[in-house]
């Protein structure tokens, strides 16, 4: 009897475990495409060098971690969680302007105020 509830207690573990693996993995994932699709967008955009292509993608995938582990339920409307998230996009966007040259800088104007109005539209 003690085997079966020690067995029972560590299966349950153990797929309470996988379970927080699968969502951690998916999250990443999710960032990854994300931080690649933002910066394919932008490498057609504002011809990026090797150098701002590997900055900028870890930027944006950074962002996108930060803002998962920020983000969470039922805390949307949380004003902290809102300065965080506010704080962390300024952060990331100062980073970028100093990667960018002028010419860049005002095409990446451009480019986060379309995604802004599509995203409005969708």
Known sequence: MKTTINALIFLIGF???????????AKQIRSQKDATTKLQELQIKLNLSDQ???SLYSIFFNQN???????????????VKK???????????LRIDSLLNPAQKQ??????????????KN
Not at 107 to 120: D, F, H, N, V
């Open 65 to 79: 971690i930060l803002a998962d582990s920020i983000k969470s339920p039922g805390v949307i409307n949380n004003p």
């Open 83 to 93: 300065l965080q998230f506010s704080s962390l996009i300024k952060k990331g966007n």
């Open 15 to 25: 797929t309470y475990n996988l379970k927080a693996q699968s969502s951690s993995q």
């Open 107 to 120: 095409l990446y104007i451009q480019w986060r105020q379309e995604r802004r109005l599509s995203a409005k």
């Open 52 to 54: 701002q292509k590997d």
